[in-house]
Structures are given as structure tokens and as C-alpha cells.
Nanobody, 124 residues
Framework: VQLQASGGGLVQPGGSLRLSCVAS?????????MYWVRQAPGKELERVSD????????FYEDYAKGRFTISRDNDKNTVYLQLNDLKPEDTALYYC?????????????????WGQGTLVTVSS
């Protein structure tokens, strides 16, 4: 399985980006929760959001609520993260992974490799 995140870039505060993550070779994509996490410079990996296998249940960290929206397309093996009203503190590498349950319920990433991630830089 290869997790390929894309869609990052340089954006001004208040701007928006749409991140995508394609899980290539993952035949059980539609059976798994999908996770977004991020790692800011000099900081540890932190949760952002996750979404249930059917897309009906989502969770967000407090800082993401009302600004970020997770979604998925099981036909395309792709999970998305819409980032709105971006702040400088959102600057980070964003990664995706899969799991058997929500990270908020103790779910753990299925794959050891998180891929390259996609860099989001928020700066004026």
C-alpha cells in the first residue's frame, strides 16, 4: 500500500487548501477509517481528523473544528481534507493513514509508513 498525500502549498492566513490522499493498492480501503495527522516543525505528530469507512462519522481536534472538513471517495481510494481559514500555526506536514477504528476511540494506524506527506505553509 502506498499513501500519497498532495495539495499542500503556501497560502496566506485566512486562505484555503484542499488536501488529498490516495491509498494505492489498498483493496480494503472502504473497510477502514481514514486518518489525517500533521507534524509542525520541531513538534510531534498530532491528530487532525478521521472519518469512518462509510463516511458518516467524523472526528476533529478542537483546533480543526469549524475550519477543516474531512471527506472520502471510496471509489477513488481517496480521502480529502478541506482546510479553511488557515492560520500560521497550521503550518505542518500533513499525512494520512488508515485504521480499524477512530483515533478518538483508540484506533491505531494500520501502516508503518505514512508516506511523504504534503507541506502546508501559512504565511503572509
Amino acid at each position: 500500500v502506498q499513501l500519497q498525500a498532495s495539495g499542500g502549498g503556501l497560502v496566506q492566513p485566512g486562505g484555503s487548501l484542499r488536501l488529498s490522499c490516495v491509498a494505492s493498492g489498498f483493496t480494503l480501503f472502504s473497510d477502514y477509517w481514514m486518518y489525517w495527522v500533521r507534524q509542525a516543525p520541531g513538534k510531534e505528530l498530532e491528530r487532525v481528523s478521521d472519518i469512518s469507512s462509510g463516511g458518516l462519522v467524523t472526528f476533529y481536534e478542537d483546533y480543526a473544528k469549524g475550519r477543516f472538513t474531512i471527506s472520502r471517495d471510496n471509489d477513488k481510494n481517496t480521502v480529502y481534507l478541506q482546510l479553511n481559514d488557515l492560520k500560521p500555526e497550521d503550518t505542518a506536514l500533513y499525512y494520512c493513514n488508515a485504521g480499524r477504528g477512530s483515533m478518538w476511540w483508540g484506533g491505531r494506524p494500520e501502516f508503518d509508513s505514512w508516506g511523504q506527506g504534503t507541506l502546508v505553509t501559512v504565511s503572509s
